[in-house]
Antibody, heavy 118, light 111 residues
Framework: QVQLQESGPGLVKPSQTLSLTCSVS??????????WSWIRQHPGKGLEWIGY???????YYNPSLKSRVSISLDTSKNQFSLEVTSVTAADTAVYYC??????????WGQGTMVTVSS | QSALTQPRSVSGSPGQSVTISCTGT?????????VSWYQQHPGKAPKLMIY???KRPSGVPDRFSGSKSGNTASLTISGLQAEDESDYYC???????????FGGGTNLTVL
């Protein structure tokens, strides 16, 4: 069974880049079984799909975030990563990594809180 | 504002049934049979409860069921139990430009 674990800084300054990593165990990011996804949840709010990457390296992003978001794979470490550039307080959220297979997000990490503040 | 509309809260007594609605448009809920539902307890990650409108992942009790009519999807929980008290979110595919949209969430209280 695939398990996911997010890691990264809990505090990011405004205008800087938010970088998070999701470590995968029990499966390979190189397999074609999943789309490796990022989803966030603003404090006290609903869920927002950020984007995902397939094993081929193809990426798909939420059009509202596309200009600032990048998702990548690191097959040597069996990880995938998220970068969000030019962050503001509106990017403060719990960030989850998840798998999509095939039409729902079936496995989730525990989530990591990221606060954007000076 | 979320793309899909859910009631903010619903409630029911143990043993009763409750239904949570999720209203979208023909560009998302109405256009695809890719509606999923997630249960989220406070401080925890969401858990997939229903996918492809009405399919249950292994391990999800059959008290949980899903359906869709037009632009509205529904999650029904029968035989309510105390542990069902949680937030529930719907999600739908919305085409190859928007991809995935979520509802704002519904808080279920078991009285």
């Amino acid at each position: 069974q695939v398990q996911l674990q997010e890691s990264g800084p809990g505090l990011v300054k405004p205008s800087q880049t938010l970088s998070l990593t999701c470590s995968v165990s029990g499966g390979s990011v190189s397999s074609g079984d999943y789309y490796w996804s990022w989803i966030r949840q603003h404090p006290g709010k609903g869920l927002e799909w950020i984007g995902y990457i397939y094993s081929s390296g193809s990426t798909y992003y939420n059009p509202s975030l596309k200009s600032r978001v990048s998702i990548s794979l690191d097959t040597s470490k069996n990880q995938f990563s998220l970068e969000v550039t030019s962050v503001t307080a509106a990017d403060t959220a719990v960030y989850y990594c998840a798998t999509k297979r095939p039409n729902a997000f079936d496995i989730w990490g525990q989530g990591t809180m990221v606060t954007v503040s000076s | 504002q979320s793309a899909l509309t859910q009631p903010r809260s619903v409630s029911g007594s143990p043993g009763q049934s409750v239904t949570i609605s999720c209203t979208g448009t023909r560009s998302d809920v109405g256009g695809y049979n890719y509606v999923s539902w997630y249960q989220q307890h406070p401080g925890k990650a969401p858990k997939l409860m229903i996918y492809d409108v009405n399919k249950r992942p292994s391990g999800v009790p059959d008290r949980f069921s899903g359906s869709k009519s037009g632009n509205t999807a529904s999650l029904t929980i029968s035989g309510l139990q105390a542990e069902d008290e949680s937030d529930y979110y719907c999600c739908s595919f919305a085409g190859s430009d928007t991809f995935w949209v979520f509802g704002g969430g519904t808080n279920l209280t078991v009285l």
